[in-house]
């Protein structure tokens, strides 16, 4: 299991310690071990790499996938969603390049390659039968792609809040733009991250560059007040954020190119769309703009969380869990 710190500091001393203000000579802070370094963490071997993987249930149940946001977070933080083992086998994976999973150049990482591992992590716990899939933010954008590319592989999609879908989506995406204290955030991070040890690991300090900055990054009007509880992971992944967000940033122009709706019309499996009541950027309307992606067949539906912002399943976590429960248990 990877290291976890049980901690009785007071918040200011905590956040100060993240960001290796009481950290003072180089090499004095140490990430988790990737699966390639540590053998010992739950892990398969997909496609030629190694992906940290973690599943749940009866492997003769119903498969749900569950797919983790970013680009670049991990699945720790709905690992809660492990509660839906008593009827279904929960499969959990860090996607190519982030968390534990194995770290490779960004540029052996696309949207193809996130789907086609994903199709692996499939055949491999549900050879011949179709899953449910289960995304948030990043991670619903992937799961419809998967679902457009392979409809039949897929028997039910519950999608919490999708970044965006396609060039007209993104276009209407309101991702927020960072203030003087994010900035000033920016900086400390960067200086912290030198105190990172990166012997052996050349993805280190970019990694945790970026778990650092992450929180900065999330506007006030998608979440439900300013105290919010830090995110829980087990290492965020640069080179996965490198290759799709960070190309983003680089060329506009490239990230107007992506479609993950592409082949929706041929999926006619029903779709749960959840929205935090709190996300005043992608409000209720934004996601029923990308429920028209979806065809008729699909009846794609939205229930709205109370006192829930974009990171819902954290939020409200017995909310977000019987509304997916209840969802999944009209397909039984």
């Given at each position: 299991?990877?290291?976890?710190?049980v901690?009785?500091?007071?918040?200011?001393?905590?956040?100060?310690?993240?960001?290796?203000?009481?950290c003072l000579?180089?090499?004095c802070?140490?990430?988790?071990?990737?699966?390639?370094?540590?053998?010992?963490?739950?892990?398969l071997?997909?496609?030629?790499?190694?992906?940290h993987v973690?599943?749940?249930g009866?492997?003769?149940?119903?498969?749900?996938?569950?797919?983790?946001?970013?680009?670049?977070?991990d699945?720790?933080?709905?690992?809660?969603?492990?509660a839906l083992?008593?009827?279904?086998?929960?499969?959990?994976?860090?996607?190519?390049?982030?968390?534990?999973?194995?770290?490779?150049?960004?540029a052996?990482i696309?949207?193809?390659?996130?789907?086609?591992?994903?199709?692996?992590?499939?055949?491999?716990h549900?050879?011949?039968?179709?899953?449910?899939?289960l995304?948030?933010?990043?991670?619903?954008?992937?799961?419809?792609?998967?679902?457009?590319?392979?409809?039949q592989?897929?028997?039910?999609?519950v999608?919490?809040?999708?970044?965006?879908?396609?060039?007209?989506?993104?276009?209407?995406?309101?991702?927020?733009?960072?203030?003087?204290?994010?900035?000033?955030?920016?900086?400390t991070a960067?200086l912290?991250k030198?105190r990172?040890?990166?012997?052996?690991?050349?993805?280190?300090?970019?990694?945790?560059?970026?778990?650092?900055?992450?929180p900065?990054?999330?506007?006030?009007?998608?979440?439900c007040?300013r105290?919010q509880?830090?995110?829980?992971?087990?290492?965020?992944?640069?080179?996965?954020?490198?290759?799709?967000?960070?190309?983003?940033?680089?060329?506009?122009?490239?990230?107007?190119?992506?479609?993950?709706?592409?082949?929706?019309?041929?999926?006619?499996?029903?779709?749960?769309?959840?929205?935090?009541?709190?996300?005043?950027?992608?409000?209720e309307?934004?996601?029923?703009r990308?429920?028209?992606?979806?065809?008729?067949?699909?009846h794609?539906?939205?229930q709205?969380?109370?006192?829930?912002?974009?990171?819902?399943?954290?939020?409200?976590?017995q909310?977000?869990?019987?509304?997916?429960r209840?969802?999944?248990a009209e397909?039984?």
């Open positions: 299991m990877p290291r976890s710190t901690t009785s500091r007071p918040p200011w001393l905590q956040r100060l310690a993240g960001l290796g203000l009481l000579l180089p090499g802070m140490q990430l988790p071990a990737t699966v390639d370094q540590d053998p010992q963490l739950p892990q071997q997909l496609r030629g790499h190694r992906f973690r599943s749940f009866d492997p003769a149940a119903p498969v749900l996938v569950v797919l983790h946001g970013g680009p670049g977070a699945s720790r933080y709905l690992l809660g969603l492990a083992a008593d009827r279904y086998r929960v499969v959990f994976y860090d996607q190519l390049g982030s968390g534990l999973s194995e770290r490779v150049p960004p052996q696309s949207v193809d390659s996130f789907i086609a591992d994903l199709d692996a992590i499939v055949d491999h549900s050879p011949g039968r179709p899953v449910h899939l995304g948030h933010s990043w991670g619903a954008m992937l799961a419809s792609a998967y679902a457009g590319r392979h409809p592989r897929v028997a039910r999609l999608l919490a809040e999708p970044g965006f879908l396609d060039a007209d989506t993104l276009a209407a995406f309101d991702g927020g733009r960072p203030g003087w204290r994010a900035m000033l955030g920016f900086a960067w912290g030198w990172v040890a990166s012997a052996g690991d050349p993805y280190a300090r970019d990694d945790w560059f970026l778990q650092a900055v992450f900065l990054t999330q506007p006030e009007n998608t979440r007040s105290a509880p830090p995110l829980q992971a087990w290492r965020f992944g640069s080179p996965a954020f490198q290759a799709t967000v960070g190309r983003m940033m680089d060329d506009p122009a490239w990230g107007r190119t992506l479609d993950f709706a592409r082949g929706l019309e041929h999926f006619h499996g029903p779709v749960l769309f959840l929205h935090g009541a709190c996300n005043r950027a992608q409000d309307a934004y996601q029923r990308l429920m028209q992606r979806f065809s008729a067949q699909s794609a539906r939205l709205t969380l109370a006192d829930a912002g974009h990171f819902m399943f954290n939020d409200q976590p909310a977000s869990l019987a509304a997916v209840g969802f999944l397909a039984d």
